[in-house]
């Protein structure tokens, strides 16, 4: 059993950042790939960025690429997404998610936090 759980959500103002973390419980934390979803109201979930176990590989939306950052210390079991110059779409609940390969596909990660709020006020 894998229990993650994020923090760092928060109101900032549009042009802000925030850095969010995701905090595991699994020792075999560097032997997965993680990333971070995101749900608006009334949207679907979207990926949002996605990293494997050494950070070799890393993979970003096109929506986010150039201002979020997304990273992992592996000794600490913890995940990071740095978000700079926020805009008021970037407005979702903020998911992590554990898995074993990074895809944009929700269904390709067994395990997901619970979510922190971001909100961007224009």
């Known amino acids: 059993q894998v229990q993650l759980e994020e923090s760092g959500g928060g109101l900032v103002q549009a042009g802000g950042s925030l850095k969010l973390s995701c905090a595991a419980s699994?020792?075999?934390?560097?032997?997965?790939?993680m990333a971070w979803f995101r749900q608006a109201p009334a949207k679907e979930r979207e990926f949002v960025a996605g990293?494997?176990?050494?950070?070799?590989?890393?993979d970003y939306a096109d929506s986010v690429k150039g201002r979020f950052t997304i990273s992992r210390d592996n000794r600490k079991n913890t995940m990071y997404l740095q978000m700079n110059s926020l805009r008021p779409e970037d407005t979702a609940i903020y998911y992590c998610?554990?898995?074993?390969?990074?895809?944009?596909?929700?269904?390709?990660?067994?395990?997901w936090g619970q979510g922190t709020q971001v909100t961007v006020s224009s």
């Open positions: 699994e020792r075999t934390f560097t032997m997965s790939a």
């Open positions: 998610a554990h898995g074993k390969i990074v895809t944009n596909m929700d269904f390709a990660y067994d395990y």
């Open positions: 990293i494997t176990w050494s950070g070799e590989t890393i």
